[in-house]
């Protein structure tokens, strides 16, 4: 696979506008950085973009979340490990993030009412939409990952 358009450098005004984005989501919107983990890595799950998984359990993992609670997003229905504000947030996530084929059903809004107040179920729909976002920029444009030197040691050569 070969990056099709580098976004970053070809229009440098739209990446700084998805850039503002996401200090917002990141840095203003008061989020837990736990459930932000939460919906950045299960959107690119769903969207099947390998740059934001790769970036984003790096990221899950240096804030200190354990390896099985990454590992086990990706089938989070089946796992005793989250709690039920978490369910929320994936169940809410899942529903946006395949909004087409969802219409965002009442059941998975009123799991976030119970957990979050207006502004908070504001502020995390803004950040699902940015991470899928950045999904689309990713998988459209083919973002690459970076190969872990450990990886490449392991495989002999990717």
Request: one cysteine or more.
């Amino acid at each position: 696979m070969k990056t099709r358009i580098d976004y970053m450098t070809v229009s440098p005004e739209a990446f700084q506008a998805v850039w503002a984005l996401e200090q917002y989501v990141a840095k203003d919107a008061g989020l837990e950085a736990r459930l932000l983990h939460l919906v950045k890595i299960r959107a690119s799950q769903i969207n099947g973009c390998a740059f934001c998984v790769d970036m984003h359990v790096k990221e899950a993992r240096k804030d200190g979340m354990s390896d099985q609670w990454i590992a086990l997003i990706c089938v989070w229905r089946e796992s005793r490990l989250y709690d039920d504000r978490e369910r929320a947030v994936l169940g809410w996530t899942d529903s946006l993030t395949n909004i087409s084929a969802t219409g965002a059903p009442d059941a998975d809004y009123e799991a976030m009412r119970l957990h979050f107040s207006q502004e908070e179920i504001t502020k995390l729909t803004v950040a699902v939409g940015t991470i899928n976002l950045w999904n689309r920029m990713a998988v459209g444009f083919r973002s690459q990952h970076p190969i872990d030197q450990v990886t490449l040691d392991m495989a002999g050569s990717v």
